[in-house]
Each structure stands twice: as structure tokens, then as C-alpha cells.
């Protein structure tokens, strides 16, 4: 055993090392100055050819002011929020340090400084590296910034340097930004309201901030900044910083803050594209928002300008066309949102998300959801049966040709041979758009017409988890999906968002190679790469058998030519598309891609107060907006711009897949039918795409062989000839919505705005970015 003498000579030896280790990490680091750390630079976004699309931040947002210019109730809501005792204390908490190391020593995340004190010195240390030594680097300037500086100069430094939301970094920015004042005059119940913001700007921020986190709702931030602004004025008065009288006065109502404004450059557009290239490094690097917001980044991204200004271009003429808003109330309140990706790629090469910011429209329609999407899903329903087959096929997949009832009114049955109820426990009949009697059509047919029952039968049959599964795989997050999966799963329910639908669709056009969407290929800090980047180019993986993807390509290609979309056919080249149009006609889409580009067009109607969707009947002067209609309009627009001079490459060939088999189940002979392959590319691109038409590729739907009787043409009469709205969206028809499993289930699509960039090159893009 060793002697006491070694021992205390160790413990002493040990000791010392400790404090003089100290002495030396407190004599090197210096004091933070706030000046340094609110030098205000640009973040520069530049196009897809590298020419420069904006440059976003101003030196005006960053304005530094003095303790005398910042309101007692600014300071003490503060105090009284976050560190009572910072008047009294050492300026560092040793349990906080230590929980924050220990967290560390176990993989996790270092935690804030839990003390205004350590806040002001990690707002000003630039490097947010997430290690032990910037940790002991923090404790010992703390330390230091404790021991040198005066409390009130702690407290301006902080303030100062504290980031509020909307890119404002300071108090002063923040009462300009929020309340439109100097910080001078802000009032206790305002700097209530402010205090409340330094505990997350994302989820306090009364705007919202669905681009962060789809949580992040106006609603749901009203309310929690609400609940505490009145804590933190509770605190204030329970402190006595605030007299019962001023409490009374700043409790009594709450104080609204000024909307988000739209800054230099960022109008039209550009607004929306930065704010998804913006989302996208965010969600692929270690850059916080606050340091993303102090500037000095260079974002190379994916956008093509004059894609982005055809888009936008596409949209005004439909909109000035069709729509008349000051004549007719019922052309108020309509949105676009539309996006174009690049097969087997994944790059977003424009994108459409609404009037810009400069007109108060905040949201980018194009990275949101909340828009069900109605028979743009069926396609997805199609290539389950071919990859799975139903119940009834063994596991064998199911041809297109197979034939299900396309009557209206129908009773939807489970494969224990039951059918499905309502909550009432009568039965479910699932509508479609007419009473037309189509009898035993094929899905080629039934997708050609966009009738709703005979996709609702084969769900069931397929399955509708097989049917989230291949809508995945396709590209469509599951966040986005319908939780219930019950029968009007299959014709819509689900809200991707158009980015989503994009590049979903573009899994098709790359005969089932899918590339997650992606806005952004380089990032640099002040000229040089920043290493917390990931390179995000996914890379295009084979998520369906091209047999099937093809076979959807063909039948979505029959769609244009003789169904719903056939608006479609002015392109003019070879295309594949579908129509999608929700019950109470709230939401219409189309859609639609060649082999070199996959784009999709939303319109629907928002109630601007509380963001729920309005039915769009009478809208346009019409008795109800299809997606075959106005959406198709702004599509085939666009993408004649889009594609002008380029080739007409065509699609593979699509060879024959799967059992021909009847509702009932049982196999059918194989229909001598050859599908007839699309038109070949050309050598040299066509100067006048739109002055020719593809030749209809025949429709094996349409031959008189299957014995169909007078229904054998279908008569035209599936629905309405620009669209036939799909009766489905929403709540699986006008009748009520089926409880599958006895429990209510109802659509997800009657609001809109809970999205969070939905994995669209924004902050989920890549699959989770």
C-alpha cells in the first residue's frame, strides 16, 4: 500500500496540474466582442449555370444598441425567463457544464449555456463545432467574461447578439422586425412577446415557421407564444420587476406582432427558391439557422432560370386567362403550386410556390403539403397489383387489362368477402363522378376515365399497405401520407407536396429509377467549401422493375391521348400524365412528364385566415375546376417552353406484365392485344413541337373483342371531358367515409399548411431533405 505521504503528494501534485491548467486556459482566451459578432455579410444564391440568382442579408438588420436603449422590461423579461439570479451569480453553472460534458462523454449532444452569460459568449464563438475543447473553451471565456465585464455589459452583449427569428439578430432587429419600432420604445407586454422568441424562434415565432418544422403552424406558435409571453410576465411581476398595475396593463391583451416582410431581392420566385435551397443546407450540414443567417455562404443550386421563368410565366397567362378575382368572388383566394425535376436525376429545375413574399404569401406552395392529390395516386395503386398482385393472384402480378366493375354506387368488399361500413354500420358505397354504367371495365380503361371504384376494389385487393409501400419507393414521404388506410387511401387521400408528386412521377419516366429531389450541389464559406456539406446528389436507385414502370408510363400515356388529360395533347410530343381532382372540389392536379422532365401543377382555394381549404365550384365561371382543365393548361404551357428544341426521346417500350383477371378472380385468357410502343425518338429536335401530335397509341381498353355491348367505346361518359372529377379526395366520395376496422377514419385533406418542406430539396430533401 502506498504511503500517505505518496498519496497526498499525488492528490496535491494532481491538484495543482488542475490549477494551473486553469490559469493558463483563463489567461489565453479573450473576451468576446459583440461588434465582431454582429458583422453582417450576404449569402449569395446563384443559378444552376452559375451566374448569380440573389444575394440576401443587410448590415441594417444588425444594428448594435446600448444597455440605455434597451428597456428594463426587455432586460428583466429576459432575467426573469431565463437566469433570476444573473445579477448575483459567477456568470458560469458548474452543473450545467458538467451535464453537458457527461452528455457529450455519451455521444449526445452538447447542451446551451444555461446562463445569459454563457448564452452572450456561445453567441458570439463562430465556431459552433460540437466538441469538448470548444465546451472548455466556453466555460473558461465565461469565467473570464464573468470576472472582467460589467453585469448590464454582459446583458447588452447578449441581447445584441441573440438571434429572434426572421433573420434578426439583436433587439433592435428584432422591435424593427416584429413591431416596426426602435427597441427604445418597445412596451413590457412587447418585450414579453420578444423574451418568448429567444426560447426557439422556429416554434414561437406567432408567423409560423412550417418550412422548419410542420409542427410549426400559426396556431400552434400563437399558442405557445401566448402561454409564454403571460408566464414570462407572471415571473416579471412575481419578481416585482413589474408593479400590479403595469401587469395588469401588459397582461390585458396580447400583443400581435407585425407579418413577415419580404427583404431586398427576395420577390417573386426568388424568394421561394432561396428559401428551399436555404431549407436544404440546413437539413445536409452542421449550419445552424442563426449561423446560415449571419452570412458569408455561397449556394450553388439546381434552379434553371428560364424554367422558373416559364413556370411563373405559364401560371400568370392561366391565371389572367381564367381567373377574375375582382369580378368574381369566387376566383379569390386561388393558389398554384407547381414543380419540374429532372428524371433519374432528382435535380429541381424550377418550381412555382405562389405570388412571392413582397405580396404577403409566405408559404411555398411548392414545398408544402396539405393538398390531397386525388387520382394522381392511382397510378401508384396500378403499380402495387403489377408488383404484387392481389389476394386473389397468388403473389402473381396483375396486368393492367384486368377488368373491375366501373359501375357508380358500389359497395367496396374486404377479403374475408364482408364489406365495408359506415359508422352507422350501413354499408359503404364508394362514388364515382357519374352514373355512367361502364360494367367490367379494364384498369387501362378505368385509369383512362379516372373512374374512382374500380381502383378503391383493387386497393383493397392489392392492399394498401403494398400500395404506401411502392408510393414510397416511388419517392413520397411518409409524412405525407394518410394515416388511414382505408379504402379512399386509393384515390387520393394522401397530401404530397408538388416537389413530392414531381419526382415521384419522374420514377416512372426513368423506367422506376428514383433520385430523391435536390436543390443545392455546393455550399462555400467565404469562398471556400464548407466541410459540414454533405455532397447531396442522390443517387438514383432502382426502386420498381422497369417492366412495371413502363406499363404505368403507357397506360398514363393513353390517359393524355383518349381520357382525362387529353388537354395535354397541345404539348405536342410524347407524354404521360394524369388528372387528380378532390371531393368538394378543394384541390385540382395534373401530373405529367416526357423522358426529360417530370412536372407537377396543383390549384386549389385557402381561406386566409385559417389556412383550411374552400371548394372551388363556380371558380373560373364554371361549375368545378378538373384537373384535366386548368392545371393541364399551366402544365402543357410551361413545358412547350420547357422543352422547346429538345428531342422527342419517347418511352421504352412497354412489354406485357402480369394476369389478366376479373373482379370475381378468376384468370382470364391473355387478350390477343399488342400494346403498341410509343413513337420513337426523333433525330433532331422539332422547331414547331406543338404543330404535330403524337399518333394515339391504340387502346386495348377500347377493343370490341372483350364482349362489352354498348359500353364497349365507353361513350366518353366517365365524367366531365376535361377532367372527371374524382370524387375521392377527400373522404372517398359524397357519401360518408367507410370505418374499415370499426374505427372512424376520415380524410387528412380539409387543411392545409402543416408541411416542413417535405423531404423536396428543402429541409427533408433527400429522403429526409
Known amino acids: 500500500m502506498p504511503s500517505w505521504k505518496l498519496v497526498s503528494g499525488l492528490f496535491i501534485g494532481f491538484f495543482g496540474s488542475l490549477v494551473a491548467i486553469a490559469g493558463v486556459g483563463f489567461a489565453m482566451v479573450s473576451i468576446p466582442n459583440e461588434n465582431d459578432a454582429a458583422k453582417s455579410q450576404n449569402n449569395v444564391y446563384y443559378w444552376a449555370d452559375g451566374s448569380q440568382m440573389v444575394a440576401t442579408g443587410t448590415g441594417v438588420n444588425r444594428q448594435n444598441v446600448s444597455i440605455d436603449q ?149 396556431a400552434a406558435n400563437k399558442k405557445r407564444s401566448q402561454e409564454r409571453w403571460a408566464w414570462i410576465l407572471g415571473e416579471m411581476h412575481k419578481d416585482k420587476h413589474l408593479s400590479d398595475a403595469d401587469y395588469q396593463k401588459a397582461i390585458k391583451a396580447y400583443p400581435e406582432p407585425d407579418g413577415r416582410k419580404a427583404t431586398k431581392g427576395m420577390n ?38 428560364d424554367k422558373v421563368n416559364a413556370l411563373a410565366k405559364a401560371v400568370k397567362n392561366v391565371q389572367k386567362e381564367r381567373l377574375d378575382p375582382k369580378h368574381r368572388n369566387l376566383d379569390k383566394y386561388v393558389q398554384f403550386g407547381a414543380a419540374s425535376v429532372k428524371p433519374a436525376d432528382g435535380a429541381i429545375v424550377a418550381l412555382y410556390g405562389g405570388d412571392g413574399y413582397e405580396n404577403g404569401h409566405f408559404t411555398n406552395n411548392a414545398d408544402t403539403s396539405g393538398v390531397p392529390v386525388g387520382s394522381t395516386w392511382k397510378p401508384f395503386v396500378l403499380a402495387a397489383a403489377m408488383e404484387y398482385g392481389t389476394y386473389k393472384s397468388e403473389g402473381e402480378g396483375v396486368s ?172 405536342g410530343r410524347t407524354a404521360a400524365g394524369k388528372t387528380g381532382t378532390t371531393d368538394a372540389n378543394k384541390s385540382a392536379w395534373f401530373v405529367g412528364y416526357t423522358k426529360q422532365l417530370s412536372t407537377s401543377v396543383a390549384m386549389f382555394r385557402e381561406n386566409p385566415k385559417d389556412h383550411k381549404l374552400l371548394s372551388m365550384n363556380g371558380t373560373a365561371g364554371v361549375d368545378s375546376i378538373h384537373g384535366g382543365d386548368i392545371p393541364t393548361q399551366v402544365w402543357t404551357e410551361y413545358m412547350k417552353d420547357a422543352l422547346k428544341g429538345q428531342n422527342d426521346l419517347g418511352f421504352p417500350d412497354a412489354t406485357e406484365i402480369g394476369t389478366v383477371q376479373d373482379q370475381a378472380g378468376a384468370p382470364s385468357p391473355t387478350p390477343s392485344v399488342t400494346i403498341t410502343p410509343s413513337q420513337k425518338p426523333s433525330n433532331t429536335p422539332s422547331p414547331t413541337p406543338s404543330a404535330t401530335e403524337t399518333t394515339p397509341s391504340p387502346s386495348p381498353s377500347q377493343s370490341c373483342d372483350f364482349g362489352w355491348g354498348n359500353n364497349c367505346n365507353g361513350n366518353g361518359n366517365g365524367g366531365t371531358d376535361t377532367g372527371g372529377l374524382d370524387t375521392g379526395g377527400t373522404d372517398g366520395g359524397t357519401t360518408p367515409t367507410p370505418t374499415g376496422t370499426g374505427t372512424e377514419t376520415t380524410g387528412t385533406g380539409t387543411t392545409r399548411g402543416n408541411g416542413n418542406g417535405n423531404g423536396n430539396g428543402g429541409i427533408f430533401g433527400g429522403q429526409d431533405g
Open 70 to 218: 434597451i428597456p428594463e422590461a426587455m432586460r428583466f423579461a429576459v432575467i426573469s425567463a431565463e437566469n433570476k439570479s444573473f445579477y448575483d451569480d459567477s456568470g458560469v453553472d458548474p452543473m450545467g457544464i458538467a451535464r453537458a460534458l457527461a452528455n457529450m462523454a455519451r455521444g449526445g449532444q452538447t447542451q446551451g449555456g444555461s446562463t445569459i452569460t454563457q448564452q452572450y459568449v456561445k453567441n458570439t464563438y463562430l465556431s459552433q463545432e460540437q466538441s469538448v475543447t470548444r465546451k472548455f473553451k466556453e466555460m473558461f471565456i465565461s469565467i473570464k467574461v464573468g470576472a472582467k465585464l460589467e453585469k448590464d455589459d454582459i446583458l447588452q452583449g447578449y441581447l445584441n447578439t441573440s438571434y429572434f427569428g426572421r433573420g434578426a439578430y439583436g433587439i433592435q432587429a428584432a422591435a424593427q422586425t416584429y413591431y416596426g419600432k426602435n427597441a427604445v420604445d418597445l412596451k413590457p407586454s412587447e418585450c414579453a412577446v420578444l423574451a418568448a422568441l429567444l426560447k426557439g424562434p422556429t416554434y414561437y415565432d406567432p408567423a409560423g415557421n412550417q418550412d422548419l418544422d410542420r409542427t410549426a403552424t400559426p
Open 268 to 305: 417573386g420566385q426568388i424568394s421561394y427558391l432561396a428559401d428551399t435551397a436555404k431549407k436544404y443546407v440546413l437539413a445536409h450540414s452542421d449550419i445552424t439557422e442563426a449561423q446560415f443567417d449571419r452570412g458569408g455562404y455561397q449556394i450553388y443550386t439546381t434552379f434553371k432560370k
Open 400 to 571: 393492367p387489362l384486368s377488368k373491375y366493375n366501373g359501375n357508380d354506387h358500389l359497395k367496396v368488399y374486404k377479403p374475408d368477402g364482408s364489406y365495408y361500413l359506415n359508422k352507422d354500420n350501413t354499408p359503404f358505397f364508394q362514388n364515382n363522378e357519374s352514373d355512367h354504367r361502364w360494367g367490367y371495365i379494364t384498369l387501362r380503361k378505368a385509369m383512362e376515365q379516372s373512374i374512382n371504384t374500380p381502383f378503391v376494389q383493387l386497393g383493397v385487393d392489392v392492399g394498401m399497405t403494398h400500395v404506401r409501400d411502392v408510393a414510397k419507393s416511388a419517392g413520397i414521404l411518409d409524412q405525407s401520407m394518410s394515416q388511414n388506410l382505408n379504402p379512399s387511401f386509393a384515390i387520393g387521400t394522401s397530401t404530397p407536396s408538388a416537389i413530392r408528386m414531381a419526382d415521384a412521377y419522374a420514377t416512372f419516366a426513368a423506367s422506376g429509377k428514383q433520385a430523391d429531389p435536390y436543390s443545392v450541389t455546393a455550399v462555400k464559406a467565404n469562398g471556400v467549401d464548407a466541410p459540414s456539406f454533405v455532397k447531396p446528389k442522390p443517387a438514383p436507385k432502382q426502386a420498381m422493375d422497369a417492366d412495371i414502370a413502363n406499363n404505368v408510363t403507357d397506360v398514363l400515356e393513353n390517359v393524355i391521348q383518349n381520357g382525362t388529360g387529353k388537354n395535354a395533347k397541345a404539348l
